[in-house]
Structures are given as C-alpha cells and as structure tokens.
C-alpha cells in the first residue's frame, strides 16, 4: 500500500483533542441523520445495499491507476461515485463503514481520528461533491454528456476540497506551527492531480453504469423519461376474430 | 490482493487462545480506544515525552507477547504509517521556531519534537490496533461494537460489508483473470476504459446482489434486526485484563507529569 495515494487517513495524535471531539461529534450528527435519510430512500432494503456497495467501494479501492509522470499509483476514493450513484445519505454511510473497517481491522486510520476522518472522506466530500453535482447537473443539458460532465467536475473537486479541509483542520488543531501556505499549496498540487484520476475513473465507472443498467444511478434519475407504451391499435380485435 | 485462504478480513485475524484472544471483544475496543486516548493526551513538548512513549511501548510489546502476536505480524501492521513517515521527517525542516543542530543538520526544535511525537504517537496507536484485530475475529468485532451501542442499521450494514468484502473482491478477481487471460494489458487511456467497465459491471453486480439477499432474508422472516448472537457480561477479571494496558499507559503518563 506504500506507493499508493488516495485518500490519506489521519492517524492518532496528528491533531488537539480538541479538534479530534469536534470533528467526532460533527460526524456522529451527521452519521446519525444519515441512517435516518438513508431510511427514507431504502426502507428496510437500507442494511443490505448499503452493505453490498460499501463492499463494492472497498474491492474498488484496490484498484490501482496510473499517476502520469509519478512513480506512485492513485487509487480511487469513491466519495462522489457513491454519491451519485446511491444517493448522498447511502454513500456517507458506506464511506463511513469503510473508514471504520480500514480503521478497526487495518488499523489504517487512528481510532481517535476516526471521526476526523468520518467528517473529510464520508461528509465533506460527499457533501461537497454532491452539492458540486447538482448545481452542475441543474445547469447543463439534461443529456448523459451533462451528467457525466458534471460527476466529472464533482469528483475532481471533492479531492482537493478534502485535503484542503484537512489543512484548515491542521491549522486550527495541529501539533505544530507549520507555514500553512506552503502545506496548503503542496496539499493542492498533489491532490488536483489525484483528483484528475478520480474525476477521470469517477466518469468512465458511471458511464459504464449508464450504459447498462441507467436506472441504478441516482444521479441520472431525472434522465429517464417514462417510456411511451403504444396503443393497442383499436382494430386488433376486429382483426383477430 | 493478498487474499488469504479466509478472505481479505479474515487475513487479519490470528487464531489462537491467549487471555487477549479470549476477552470479550467490546472490553478489547475500550482498552485500545482508552490506550489511544492516554498516548494522544501525552504533551509533545514536554522533556519526559520520549520517555512516556518508552513507557507506552514497553506496555504495548508486553501486551503483544501476552496475546501471542509475533513481531512480523506487527510489522507488517505498520505498513499503513508509510506516508506519515514521510510527513514526520520533512517536519523539522519545514517547521518554524528557534533551531537546532542535529547531525550538521540546522533543524527547527518544535519540528523535531513535534515530528517526533507524532511518529511515536501514530506508531503505537497502530500497534495497538494491530494487536486488537489480530486477536479478535470480524464477526466477534461487530458484536463488540453492537454492545456498545452502534446503532442497529449501521451494525447490519457492517455486517453486511464483512460478509460480502470477500465475495465481491473475489469477482474482481475473476474479472481480473478473465481479462488477462484475453491478453489485456493495463496502462494508458484505453486501460482505464477497460477498467471502468470492470468497476462498473462490479457494482451492478454488488447492487444487484444485494437486492436478491434483501429478498432472501424477507423470504427468511427479516424484520429489520438481526440476530448477532448473545454478547456475555464481562466479568470483573475480564475488565481488570483488558484495562490492564492503558492503566499501565496511564501511570506513565502521571508518572511523567509528577516527576517531569
């Protein structure tokens, strides 16, 4: 996992006390509100296909792409493609659930970071991207081209908004007095280029999607149009007897 | 991937029957959050802090023996610092503050200290991680969490997540091998088409599961609650072993603040 940049996890200990219950408590609320919405959207179907695509997130991770001109590969983080895939209240829970299992089973996470982690991967970027998505998505052209342009900006976007946060967080709760600046701009640069991937795979995955099953993207819902049933033409009866 | 014979999650898990192996899983998840707790509140400023992490360490190896974690298992727990490490070491150089001389090295003395600290603080946070899901199984782990009061749909879901992680990263697989076996060779623009593909059929393949287990558990009689089998009450002794490690990190910790 070493030559690998994705989504980084805070460990223990990286920011005050302070900050660590702040943001804690902001992602228990939101956790909290999510398995309410979430409810709304899925009912009692809620546990398994949160489930399932939080499975499909994880297995997602692993995926490996390319970072042109870097010798290490990004990987997804999927915030935006869970987003709008499932809806915004699914993806904060199967982000949250997939942060808890790297965090408890991988120990790649600090437990005591855990909800610094919950508030930049499973809420803001969700938020965020989500917000980005259909803002665009009301804008543009009610087409695939549109909705898939609009993942795009939203997946691109979602990346250096997380990592931007996790700076104002540093700032405000870091052990350390660092030259914010200078962080913040390496932050930025490395993570516009993670977000070019993310938004690049985020686009080919949902499109890939569309192309065979429209109806599971959530995103897309206002692309399905009721399709017109012909008549039964009046004189088939006469016909047939 | 490295799966293992159990599964990706399972590959966590290390059979056996020490007293840590046989502690009720919850009184494992509030000694390593309590142990974390006391290793984050260590002041990295402080004179005595390397000290305290001394300490710390000496608890957390002690435990790590008592539990029948071998060294290599806890190595191999601390891959996932790899890009922290990175940070820490540029810290002293970058931080400001008054310098110092290190090896002919100008370095800033609260990077140094705080670099440090957060090493140190990561590194046995994650040892103590380590320890807790080598020794306690998924299942065992999410009946931890339910008895302390996660709420019921998140439960299910983790539940669901830890079940299915295997079967779904094992269709990756297959489509994986299907496709190299067709000579595809990854990289480039016409790669990651490929790849999408994949992820995309993945998920409506996982989706598509997930609605014909919801169905089979409706034909089961599911009425929204699972059971996750029964969760004994821990008896005193238990507690006392569990809370054994971060008492031992707290005393340092106080030891440190009365003499330091």
């Given amino acids: ?241 | 991937m490295g799966a293992g014979p159990g599964g990706t999650l399972l590959a966590r898990y290390v059979p056996g029957t020490s007293a840590v192996h046989r502690l009720e899983p919850h009184l494992k998840l509030v000694s390593v959050l309590a142990f974390a707790l006391v290793v984050v509140a260590t002041p990295v400023h402080a004179p005595w802090a390397p000290a305290a992490y001394a300490g710390y360490l000496l608890a957390v190896l002690t435990a790590a023996a008592v539990a029948g974690v071998s060294p290599a298992r806890l190595a191999r727990g601390l891959v996932v610092e790899v890009p922290f490490v990175a940070f820490a070491v540029l810290l002293p150089f970058v931080a400001a503050g008054p310098q110092v001389e290190v090896l002919g090295l100008s370095v800033s003395r609260t990077g140094l200290a705080a670099g440090g600290g957060l090493l140190a603080k990561a590194t046995l946070s994650i040892l103590a991680a380590t320890i807790l899901s080598a020794t306690t199984e998924p299942r065992a782990l999410l009946r931890g969490l339910e008895r302390l009061r996660l709420p019921q749909v998140l439960v299910q879901i983790l539940m669901f997540m830890i079940r299915y992680a295997d079967v779904v990263g094992g269709e990756l697989h297959r489509m994986r091998v299907a496709r190299e076996s067709r000579g595809f060779h990854g990289g480039g623009l016409r790669g990651l088409r490929v790849m999408a593909a994949t992820a995309g059929s993945l998920f409506v393949r996982s989706y598509e599961r997930g609605e014909r287990v919801h169905l089979a558990m409706l034909s089961r009689g599911y009425t929204g609650r699972l059971p996750t089998g029964a969760v004994s009450a821990a008896a005193p002794g238990a507690w006392a072993v569990a809370l054994s490690l971060p008492l031992a990190a707290a005393a340092v910790l106080l030891a440190g603040m009365l003499l330091g």
């Fill in chain 1, 1 to 241: 996992m070493c030559n690998k940049l994705g989504g980084v996890h805070v460990p223990d200990g990286f920011l005050d006390p302070a900050t660590s219950v702040a943001t804690g408590a902001l992602a228990a609320g939101t956790v909290a509100l999510a398995l309410r919405k979430a409810r709304e959207e899925l009912d009692d179907r809620t546990a398994p296909l949160a489930g399932l695509t939080a499975a499909f997130v994880f297995a997602g991770q692993m995926m490996n792409f390319p970072l042109p001109g870097l010798p290490v590969s990004g990987h997804l983080i999927g915030a935006v493609l869970t987003a709008v895939l499932v809806g915004p209240w699914t993806a904060v829970l199967c982000m949250t659930v997939v942060l808890l299992v790297q965090a408890a089973l991988f120990a790649d996470g600090g437990i005591t970071a855990l909800g610094t982690n919950v508030t930049l991967m499973a809420l803001l970027a969700v938020v965020v991207g989500y917000g980005v998505f259909r803002g665009l998505a009301a804008l543009l052209p009610r087409t695939r081209t549109g909705v898939l342009a609009a993942t795009g900006i939203a997946a691109f976007l979602s990346v250096p908004v997380a990592a931007l946060s996790f700076v104002g967080l540093f700032a405000i709760g870091g052990s350390v007095d660092l030259p914010l600046g200078t962080v913040a701009a390496a932050m930025t640069g490395v993570h516009l280029l993670i977000g070019l991937g993310e938004a690049a795979i985020t686009v080919a995955v949902v499109g890939a999607v569309l192309a065979v099953r429209p109806d599971l993207v959530h995103g897309a819902a206002r692309l399905r149009t009721a399709t017109p049933l012909a008549g039964r033409p009046t004189g088939a009866a006469t016909v047939l007897r």
